[in-house]
């Protein structure tokens, strides 16, 4: 059965930075695309970026664009989301999943993590 555990929220203050892991269980990890997508209270779930299976493709939100930066390591069958100068808009659950398909600006996400808390303050 195929699992992801996410980790590295937090409450940070607005312009901090915070690093997000995702470790997938199992031996599929390395064939598939993947993506983080966060969910607020009250809000719709946003994607917020994507990379291909090799990570040789990256695709972003607009508002993460030039500070989020997502990465993968297979070897460890690991997804990265590293956040930069965040702001209140950020807090938000991040979820980590596979990807049925390709990467790309509106994945079609499959299985997901049980997602970690980021709240960033004012």
């Known amino acids: 059965q195929v699992q992801l555990v996410e980790s590295g929220g937090g409450l940070v203050q607005a312009g901090n930075s915070l690093r997000l892991s995702c470790v997938a269980s199992?031996?599929?990890?390395?064939?598939?695309?993947m993506g983080w997508f966060r969910q607020a209270p009250g809000k719709e779930r946003e994607s917020v970026a994507s990379?291909?299976?090799?990570?040789?493709?990256?695709y972003y939100a607009d508002f993460v664009k030039g500070r989020f930066t997502i990465s993968r390591d297979n070897a460890k069958n690991t997804l990265y989301l590293q956040m930069n100068d965040l702001n209140t808009e950020d807090t938000a659950v991040y979820f980590c999943?596979?990807?049925?398909?390709?990467?790309?600006?509106?994945?079609?996400?499959?299985?997901w993590g049980q997602g970690t808390q980021v709240t960033v303050s004012s």
């Open positions: 199992g031996d599929t990890f390395s064939v598939y695309a």
């Open positions: 990379i291909s299976w090799s990570g040789s493709r990256t």
């Open positions: 999943a596979y990807i049925d398909g390709a990467a790309g600006p509106k994945p079609d996400f499959g299985a």
